[in-house]
């Protein structure tokens, strides 16, 4: 998949920013997926970003940020090991939660006490960033619970008429979330799993992380079990020998969908074949999801990733996909 960013002549970007500053919203790309950008500051722009979501008001968003220095103007009680990975992955698919500043808008933090800060790694972002000049809102730009968009037709798919301005990046890189860890106290908690694991900040930060792991009962805050997914009905299913059975008791009309990483089951009407290594997966998985979701099909059966930490990200996404 090209990834790269085609070319954004600075005044589209200078026109994006004009848009923030009036509080619209403006739909950026990012390394992990698209955003839905607006004014980390201003009340009624946040607003418009829940209510053209669908997201519910407890659902706390990301503050994206130009550089790891404007951290400080967010968040309070900074602990070392969290400047350390702010330093080693920013611009990357880390996101940190801390103590909030007073100013910060609880509207944005849905109540909470802390704020969820990153500095994302993509040249247009960072552009747009860098020229507004403040803290962006930009949760993933679909709507509430859907497939996260990895381009900018998937944001047109998402919103239809009432899309907002698209900087149109190309296909996102990283293709899901970000990690998201709480750093409050001495004591880093993973509270959503990416593509930056566990281990990698153990070694980078010289700390314990605590990883919930995949328990389905653990509840995190703002974490429902059902996200991420198509509207289709899916089915994850633990290996090929767990397909040809689901196949073989499947009435013939069933018109069935399949993604992971086996050649495509006999019987399955479309397939979409990932990669092998967790970081294509992660970038070939919304765009996988999307197409078998276009594709008017009953069910897709969705192959359990490996249970290895660099997995831990595409195995969340393809759980929350699948439902309890
Ligand atoms: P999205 O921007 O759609 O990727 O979702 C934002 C994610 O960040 C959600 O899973 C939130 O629960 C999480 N988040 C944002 N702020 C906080 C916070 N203050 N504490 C815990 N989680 C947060
Ligand atoms: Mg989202």
């Not at 950008?37 to 209510?51: K, L, P, R, Y």
């Not at 698209?166 to 293709?175: I, M, Q, R, S, Y």
């Not at 900040?201 to 992380?209: I, Q």
């Not at 009905?233 to 086996?262: I, K, N």
Request: proline share 9%.
């Amino acid at each position: 998949m090209n990834a790269t960013p085609p070319d954004l002549p600075q005044s589209t970007i200078e026109r994006a920013v004009s848009e923030l500053s009036l509080g619209h919203l403006v739909a950026i790309p990012t390394e992990t997926v698209y955003g839905l950008a607006a004014d980390a500051t201003n009340e009624q722009a946040i607003s418009q970003v829940f209510v053209l979501k669908g997201r519910p008001p407890d659902r706390p968003l990301i503050v994206h940020l130009a550089a790891a220095e404007q951290l400080s103007e967010w968040a309070l009680d900074i602990p070392e090991y969290a400047r350390v990975w702010a330093d080693e992955f920013w611009p990357g698919p880390l996101t940190l939660v801390l103590p909030k500043k007073a100013h910060v808008s609880t509207t944005l933090t849905a109540g909470q006490s802390t704020v969820a800060c990153r500095v994302p790694n993509h040249p247009v972002a960072l552009a747009t960033l860098t020229s507004f000049d403040g803290g962006l809102v930009a949760p993933s730009a679909n709507r509430y619970g859907h497939i996260s968009p990895t381009t900018a037709e998937a944001v047109h798919e998402e919103f239809g008429n009432q899309t907002p301005m698209v900087l149109d990046g190309g296909a996102c890189e990283v293709g899901i979330e970000s990690t998201i860890v709480a750093c409050l106290g001495s004591k880093p908690e993973i509270l959503r799993a990416g593509m930056i694991t566990a281990e990698q900040l153990e070694t980078v930060g010289g700390v314990r992380v605590n990883s919930p792991g995949m328990a389905p009962n653990i509840v995190v805050p703002g974490q429902v079990s059902t996200h991420y997914a198509p509207r289709t009905r899916c089915q994850l299913l633990a290996g090929p020998q767990a397909v040809s059975s689901f196949l073989d008791a499947a009435s013939s009309d069933l018109r069935v969908g399949y993604l992971g990483w086996q050649p495509a089951p006999s019987g399955v009407e479309k397939s979409v074949i990932l990669e092998a290594c967790p970081a294509a997966s992660a970038r070939q998985l919304y765009a996988g999801l999307r197409e078998l979701d276009r594709a008017g099909l009953d069910v897709i059966l969705v192959e359990s990733p490996p249970s290895d930490q660099a997995w831990a990200g595409i195995r969340d996404r393809l759980q929350r996909a699948c439902g309890p």
